[in-house]
């Protein structure tokens, strides 16, 4: 397997000891604002949850680094909004990600503190939900304790499928299991960057 999850692969593989601080800091860079558009989350998290359904990896500290990460990376992303506020709109320097903004914005319009749950599942906006709460002013306990749910929810929804994955296939011949998860990885890739560009229409 090629790639930046070919290569966290590996590295998990070397040193599993250091596979919850790897999977804290990967997440904690895909839930930052900004940052989080050039972490490619979605496949490694599957990768990840393929490596512990074959038993490579421990889960509960995995589970914990990965769930503080996600909480830490909003929260920020939020005393962030919150410091540069709603004028910083017309900035020209976030021209680039302002449609971005503007249907983050209409999102937590439309579901109040409940987008901190389902912000986490809207793709390239992800990052950007936690940013627009701040800007928008949202109160700092409910946002938390969105957040934190958010966190709990999300982790183990995007290991599910790689780590389902790796269980139903443990019966195959090992030379068909590396294929079959390189495979995965490939697919998601492409309905990423597939949702990415019509995001940008």
């Known amino acids: 397997m090629d790639g930046p999850a070919g290569r966290l692969a590996a590295l998990l593989q070397d040193h599993p000891e ?3 601080l790897v999977i804290g800091l990967l997440v904690f860079a895909e839930s930052l604002a900004f940052v989080g558009f ?3 989350s979605t496949p490694l998290l ?3 949850g393929a490596m512990l359904g074959a038993g490579l990896l421990e889960p509960g500290p995995l589970l ?4 503080v990460g996600a909480v830490l990376g909003d929260a920020i992303s939020y005393e962030l909004g ?3 506020g709603p ?3 017309r900035h020209r320097l976030l021209k680039p990600r302002r449609r971005a903004l503007a249907r983050a914005r209409l999102f937590i319009r439309k579901a109040g503190v409940a987008t901190m749950i389902l912000g986490r599942f809207t793709g390239p906006i992800r990052s950007l939900v936690p940013l627009a709460a701040g800007m928008l002013r ?3 306990l409910p946002f938390q304790a969105a957040n934190v749910i958010g966190a709990l929810v999300w982790i183990p929804v995007m290991l599910a499928p ?3 994955a790796a269980r139903g296939v443990s019966l195959l011949p090992p030379g068909l299991i590396e294929p079959l998860l390189a495979g995965a990885v490939v697919i998601v890739l492409a309905v990423l960057i597939w949702r990415r560009r019509l995001s940008r229409v």
């Open 18 to 20: 250091q596979a919850g």
């Open 38 to 40: 050039f972490v490619p």
């Open 46 to 48: 599957l990768m990840i």
């Open 64 to 67: 914990a680094y990965a769930v």
């Open 82 to 84: 919150r410091w540069m």
């Open 87 to 89: 004028s910083t709109l």
């Open 138 to 140: 949202m109160r700092r």
């Open 162 to 164: 790689g780590y389902l």
